[in-house]
């Protein structure tokens, strides 16, 4: 699978954001696809992620404490596209977001649960 972030720009604290992800080749493989962050200086943390199975009509959503209320994630199967719509922006939010596809079996909510990861995009929040 091939990931392709886009959507990251320079906003002022209080604002929004909407990266995309697009997903090519073996996509009927995924089960899932997670957004990560990864601030100067820091490690590579879980934001968000969503489950993409075909099988289930009902995507079933995970979320980091630090954005619960103010991200929202969700999925569009037949582009094989996945979104995260970003309200209420804070300086700490600033970092590189990346895309990431789950590996079945694997915890949601941690970096070891991925593989496949996009190239990021870059989210500035200026205070």
């Known amino acids: 699978v091939q990931l392709q972030a886009s959507g990251g720009g320079l906003v002022q604290a209080g604002g929004s954001l909407r990266l995309a992800c697009a997903a090519s080749g073996r996509t009927f493989d995924m089960d899932g696809l997670a957004w990560f962050r990864q601030a100067p200086g820091k490690e590579r943390e879980f934001v968000a992620a969503?489950?993409?199975?075909?099988?289930?009509?009902?995507?079933?959503?995970w979320y980091a404490d630090s954005v619960k209320g103010r991200f929202t994630i969700s999925r569009d199967n037949a582009k094989n596209m996945v979104y995260l719509q970003m309200n209420s922006l804070k300086p700490e939010d600033t970092a590189v977001y990346y895309c990431a596809a789950h590996k079945s079996g694997y915890s949601w909510t941690v970096y070891a649960g991925y593989d496949s990861w996009g190239q990021g995009t870059q989210v500035t929040v200026s205070s």
């Open positions: 969503i489950s993409s199975s075909v099988m289930s009509p009902s995507a079933i959503t």
